[in-house]
């Protein structure tokens, strides 16, 4: 699918959220003709020893010629409300300085780069014993 702007790009990746089915695949890896870039998946994160299903914002760019319109933190936001379906929000490698100061002020825990935020139930105990039925627990890479 080819998404003209960044505009049409957040969206597709907002309706992919909302209508996640674990059949249909666990990323969203898109960009646009204008140079933005969305890269979304879904996977497990493990929190004192309880395993739970988060949707991980990997990488996102916003072009430069719309850096100063508040799309990413807007994005972000949408993103962390639409969620609540998964037991989990993971934001990998946060560099950005504003992010990391807004992660803090809204008491997102914190793992080195990433931040963090549980929303949901862990998964069911019989998934929770070492691999889930979807995705390999990341149990090295997230604690």
């Known amino acids: 699918m080819s998404y003209k702007n960044i505009e049409y790009l957040m969206s597709g990746a907002f309706e992919w959220v909302n209508e996640w089915d674990p059949l249909k695949g666990g990323q969203f890896i898109h960009t646009s003709l204008d140079g933005g870039e969305i890269n979304l998946r879904v996977g497990d994160i493990c ?73 949901g139930e862990p998964h069911p105990k019989h998934l929770a014993a070492g691999i889930s039925w979807l995705h390999p627990v990341m149990v090295g890479h997230f604690q």
Do not use: C, Q, T
């Open 47 to 119: 929190h004192d020893g309880m395993y739970y299903r988060a949707l991980k914002l990997m990488h996102i760019v916003i072009p430069d010629a719309k850096r100063e319109l508040g799309l990413y933190s807007f994005f972000i936001h949408r993103l962390e409300d639409k969620a609540y379906g998964f037991g989990a929000i993971w934001h990998d490698r946060v560099e950005n300085h504003f992010l990391i100061e807004r992660h803090s002020r809204y008491k997102l825990k914190r793992r080195g780069n990433s931040f963090y935020k549980i929303l």
